[in-house]
């Protein structure tokens, strides 16, 4: 009875962030299986149930983007979950692009009416459906709702020949994977789908990038499980492009991305006095002491 009292508050907590887990779809999940192995769409919920999954009253909680990696699928489960919260006395604040997690907000405050030096207004706030009648909106988010405007489904696509250049992905077992054999045409727009854990990314990132990773670009990773890739011929180079972030530290921005920054420290690093000290562009990094202003420490103010 004492280890029951002493463990009722943990107890508590692991039930609710439990059932929330179990809410949003992710009750085929074992304690054993490692997080690397994750999905995104599955991560993405299990940070949710470690914010969220514990029920807390008169709280704001501030979501961006909740939805990113989900299937569909797991969206109406995520929207239930945060109705739940709302009932519980808290107010949700979320930041969407999804069309069915604004449909079923209750009020809606829009931005615009574009991005950059042309953003940064207010076009349209208010309840729903009541923001749905307003006339003059210049809203691009409410022409979308609304179907004044829509992205067409392309009325002709490109054929695939039966003599077209494949990559072919043979017995693939990684994680979930059930022996797959995938045949992928080349020099075409190839799509992945399915729900949220079915073996999406194990399969595109897994197995096939690691391998070409290793061939083309001198890696060294785990390749997941797979009998053979054939095709490489066809292939001279690989690049993954993922939602890791787009630098080592918080001051990285576009400029560092694209490489700019290292033609103005080759530029500091070729002036007579640092070649006299002998300085590298490495010096001349925001993050390094001496190369950088003291003064703002590299802020840039």
Aim: glycine share 10%; with cysteine.
């Amino acid at each position: 009875v004492v280890i029951l009292e002493i463990a009722e508050t943990p107890l508590r907590e692991i039930k609710n962030r439990l059932k929330f887990m179990i809410d949003v779809g992710l009750d085929y999940l074992t304690l054993a299986r490692k997080a690397g192995t994750l999905s995104g769409g599955e991560s993405q919920r299990i940070r949710l149930a470690s914010q969220i999954g514990s029920r807390l009253v008169g709280t704001l909680y501030i979501l961006d983007e909740p939805t990113i990696g989900l299937h569909q699928k797991d969206n109406a489960k995520l929207i239930k979950t945060l109705h739940n919260l709302r009932d519980l006395g808290n107010t949700i604040i979320v930041v969407e692009h999804d069309e069915e997690t604004i449909r079923s907000s209750d009020y809606l405050v829009d931005f615009g009416p574009a991005a950059g030096v042309h953003g940064g207004k207010i076009v349209a706030s208010g309840p729903l459906p009541e923001i749905f009648a307003l006339k003059n909106a210049n809203s691009l988010t409410l022409d979308y709702l609304r179907r004044k405007k829509s992205i067409p489904v392309p009325v002709k696509r490109r054929t695939i020949t039966k003599n077209h250049d494949y990559l072919k992905i043979r017995g693939a077992s990684a994680n979930n994977l059930k022996n797959l054999n995938v045949d992928i045409p080349l020099r075409r727009f190839t799509a992945v789908s399915g729900v949220s854990g079915s073996g999406k990314s194990t399969l595109v990132y897994d197995v096939i990038y690691k391998a070409l990773a290793n061939k083309f670009n001198g890696a060294a990773y785990r390749v997941g499980a797979h009998k053979a890739i054939l095709g490489l011929e066809y292939i001279n180079r690989v690049i993954n492009i993922d939602q890791s972030p787009i630098g080592r530290t918080p001051r990285s921005n576009p400029a560092t991305y694209v490489g700019a920054w290292t033609f103005v420290r080759d530029l500091f690093a070729g002036t007579p006095d640092a070649r006299v000290r002998g300085y590298k562009p490495g010096r001349f990094s925001f993050n390094v002491p001496g190369g950088r202003c003291e003064n703002c420490e590299g802020h840039g103010v």
